[in-house]
């Protein structure tokens, strides 16, 4: 069974950039897993999918994210990033990767993410 431990969440004023990490701790991708994904919950809102990676490297993007967000694997680390620019107020959320759709095993602690304005 594959865990999930995210980081590299933080405090940046508005306009800045992060890079999040979610380390596996076996192959990323596996015969249960086909996309990998990065949400986000913010405080009272739902949890969103803002970006999904597939097995080949097809990238998916919320529109809310479109352009500003990337997401990649490192197979040989085992490891998706989720890089952040332009960041802005309503981006501030616990971010979790996870599958798609997500498995309620891998649901880690997340890494927050507050960006001031």
């Known amino acids: 069974q594959v865990q999930l431990v995210e980081s590299g969440g933080g405090l940046v004023q508005a306009g800045g950039s992060l890079r999040l990490s979610c380390a596996a701790s076996g192959n990323i991708f596996n015969i249960y897993i086909n996309i990998m994904a990065w949400y986000r919950q913010a405080p009272g809102k739902q949890r969103e999918l803002v970006a999904q990676?597939?097995?080949?490297?097809?990238?998916n993007y919320a529109d809310s994210v479109q352009g500003r967000f990337t997401i990649s694997v490192d197979n040989a680390k085992n490891t998706v990033y989720l890089q952040m620019s332009s960041l802005k107020p309503e981006d501030t959320a616990v971010y979790h990767c996870?599958?798609?759709?997500?498995?309620?095993?891998?649901w880690g602690q997340g890494t927050q993410v507050t960006v001031s304005s």
């Open positions: 990676i597939t097995r080949d490297g097809t990238t």
């Open positions: 996870n599958a798609v759709p997500p498995h309620a095993k891998y």
